[in-house]
Each structure stands twice: as structure tokens, then as C-alpha cells.
């Protein structure tokens, strides 16, 4: 994330591609160093909000108990991950997309949009969105924002046409914001190996991808990395992406509270606030709980009166009797026992009790063995607090998902103004007004987050069925968490009335005697069932 007070002058989203590519060479020579000292400040950024430490500690490897010390003297040490920031980041992820997402369309004439259209439009949009890629996407983009505080999916149009979307790693994207925090340009830094395939060295270097509000433009770095040049190695550095805006989706995990983070747009990490130190103590009462253990397993020998030679010989031959299982006394007053240390730990398990207890009450993670045997009223108060959690999650959610819609809207648009050909020049003035050029509207869109709680499905049924007639179909069925699709599914309960409303007419019609031949109220006196006036009447 990056809030930039000077932002270079960009690309002219009017200008041709052979005008762009020009100007790009000169816009990569100007602001080279701008390019560079965006980077170093990404990477501090990166640094200061210990980003590379909570991905690490939710892949479950814990600095600081990997570099614990010894807790006594001898070679007990246990390292145990018991991590549990997978807990805390995934619980919130499968609680909001457990369920898949229900994508509903407004109705046509509420919007004035054709029936058609719009037809056309939920058609081509779900074939994107109802893909398992997709659902995967959309999953990490909130995991990943959980983890960094940041996550952001960028939208394309390959050489094939075909329209594609990916979540990309926090260290590689780089959001540029101006001071009124509006989204101007997204870069993103990545490294490869530019050294020839039988080089004995590698020569890593960074490339950047420029994106703006119609342009990517494509550079690589010198060996210093401090200098950037135009990237024509794969064809040309500035290419059209088809959209209507920067092709990138940022989802914020919420903002922090603190001014001087606040400004420079970073989200929050779900292991933040306390939540990694707590992970980390778990983690080492529970090492040294191992450490226990394998010391009670270990018993004392208690030697009295037994004569040993000197101190290294006398050690020599105690260890020689613990492992024969055999004590030598050398005179009657002697005596030998084992001692087994206190197995009284209950001050060691109220502490790990209370640390795992006071995780799940700051990450507001409800305990699944606090489940067993709970009535449907008592789950929902348990889920309360996660309830909370999710509920500001959702908001920064689905403003990443509404600009990824408006991306996907976009690429619809621009497949449809080029048909079969190439795009019209200003296509990207009739993306800004689509209602006015006859375009798709990511606005006609509506999708609802099912929160994945343990449910009472009667409940549920009677609710639908009460509000039937009193309130419109489509709401009911957003309540309805296996009907993926609403619309689909009204389109289906229509035609299955419509066919069953025949069948009862016609049965009534058999009941009176006038089935058959009779039955047939669309044929006239005058003509049969192929459409043609009957002999008679030709005849006449």
C-alpha cells in the first residue's frame, strides 16, 4: 500500500497503442526512480507491520518458539507449533463463504434495462463466478486479507479472449492512493531470474507490471534495481486490458484506529491486537508441558550410604546402574530407591486453559466443544461474537467483490463492442455510461454472503413459507442457503406450475367427458391437428 502526495502524470486512455508505447518510454525514463523508491517503501511497509511473520506463523511455524532456549539444563527442549492462527483466520473465512454466494439480478424494468440483456448478462457473468477457480479465488482473497491485512485479485483478458481473475500475494501488489485515498494506479513488483539458461549464475531482477485506468505497461530493472526501462522482451511493454478502470480489486481487512497507520491504507491482520503473543504462549506452555512430561517419565535415583569413587567416576557408575536396572550396595546400612517426580500439574493446565480461552474470546472464535448438545438459540449466542467479527469483515468484503464485478462487467462489455473484431476507438467512453450504449451494469447485480451457522432448517421452511405471497419470491430464496442461484430457480418453479396447472385441466376436462379429441380447446370446429381446415370444409 502506498499513499502517494505526487503521482506521475499517466497514460492518456485516449491515445492509440503505437501513441501509448511512445509515451510509456518516456513516463519509465521520468520516473524511474519513482518506480524504485516505491518498492523500498512497500518493502519497509512490509517490515513494520511484521507481514512475512504472521503469514509465517498462520503456515504454522513459530519464530519465537523455533528460537527458544533451553528451559533447564539438561537436553529436554521441546519445540511444539501448536499454532492456532489457522483457528483464528479460517474460522471468520468459512463462517462468510462456507456457503456459496447467491447471485440474484435486479429485475429489468425496476432498472430499465431489456429483458434480453439482461438474460444475456446473468448468463455470461455466472459462467465466471459459479467456477470452483472462482470460489477458490474468493476464498484466499479473504484469507490472505485475514493474514496480511491486505489482499488484492487482478482481472485480465488472455490472447485467446478468454476472461480470467487471481489473487495475488501482498509482497507483489503495491496500490497507489492519492492523499483523498482514491485508487490511482496498482503496480506490481515480482522477481525472475533474467540470466541465460546455461549461465553459471543467477541474475535476479524485478519486473514490474503498471496498471492504470486503461494501460498496462511493463518494465524490467537493471542490475541495481535502481533503474527501470520498457519490458519488450514478450511482445509489446503497453497492451490494452479491456476494462473501464484499474483491473485490480483491493479487499482492506478492516482499518486500524492509530493515525499513522490509518493513512498510509493498510488493513489489519486477524493476528494482531494481542492475538500473536497469546499464539505464541500457547505454544511454549505447551513445549514446556512436553518438557514436563517427558521429565516425570524419567525417575530419580535415591542412593544412601552407597560409597562411589570421585565425582566423574562416581557419576559413571550411577549411569551404569540405571541402565543395567541393577543397584549395587556395598554394606547394610545402604540403602536405594527410585523416586518419581510430582505428577501435580494443575496450575500448568489451568494456565493453558485460560491462555487458549482468552485466544478465542479477543479473536471472537467460538469454542466447538462448548457446541455439543446446544439448542439452536444457544449456537446463535455462542456465534454472536463471531457474528460481530464477520459483520465488519463484510463490509471491506463486499467493496472488494463490487470492484471485482465492475472489472468482470467490464470485460463483458468490451467482448461485446469488439463482437468479432477490434474494440471501437473511445470504447472506453461508452464503458463509463453503459445504460446510454446498451452495456451490461454491474449495478443490475445482487449477491448475499450466507453466514455458515448451524441452523434449524424447519425454522427456516416455516419462515418462507409464512412470508410467501407477502413478500417477492426472490427474497425467499436468498433465504433458501442450497439455491445457488434465485433466478434460475424461480425460472424452474414457474414452468413446474405452469405444467402442473395443465395436467390438473386436463384432468378436469377427462372428468366431464371431454377428453380426447375434445380436449384440444386450441383446434377450431373447422380444423384438425395439424393446423389444416378439415375435409368438410375444404370440400366447401
Partial sequence: MAVVNKIPQLLDIHATLTEAQAAAEAWVTTNSAWLA????????????????LY?????????????????????????????????????????LLGKPIVWSFKDPKQVGADTATMEDYRKELLQLLETEDAQRVLRETLTQGGVAGVSSVIGWVDESGKIDYEEFPYQEIVPVFDTRGRLRLVVRFYLVDNAEPDAAQEDFRYKAEIYDNRYITSVTADESGESYSLDNDEGLAVIDHKAGRIPVAVFLNGTPARYSERKKKAGVSDLAGGILSLVNEYAHSMSDKANAVDRMQDQLLKLIGVQLGNQKSGEAEVLAMRKARAIALKNENANAEYISPSQEDTAVENHLNRTRDTIHEMAFVPKLSDLSGATATEIKVKYSGLDIKAGKKETYFKSAIKQLLAILTDFLNARKLAGNGQLPQGYQDKLQDPAANGLYDSEWVEFTLNRNLPQNYLEIAQIVSLLTDKVPDSYLYELLWFIP???????????????????????GLAAMGLGGEFS??????NEDEDGEESGESREA
Avoid at 516505491?38 to 517490515?47: A, G, P, V
Avoid at 442461484?485 to 384432468?507: G, V
Fill in 485 to 507: 442461484d434465485p433466478k434460475a430457480a424461480l425460472d424452474e418453479m414457474k414452468a413446474q406450475k405452469d405444467a402442473a396447472s395443465k395436467r390438473t385441466s386436463q384432468a
Fill in 55 to 95: 503469514q509465517a506463523t498462520y503456515d504454522g511455524e513459530l519464530e519465537e518458539v523455533e528460537n527458544r532456549d533451553k528451559s533447564r539444563g539438561d537436553d529436554v527442549n521441546h519445540k511444539i507449533m501448536a499454532s492456532m492462527a489457522q483457528l483464528v483466520v479460517d474460522t471468520p473465512v468459512d463462517y
Fill in 520 to 525: 384440444k380447446t386450441n383446434v377450431t370446429e
Fill in 37 to 52: 523508491k516505491l518498492l523500498k517503501d512497500h518493502q519497509e511497509l512490509i517490515k513494520t507491520q511484521n507481514v512475512e
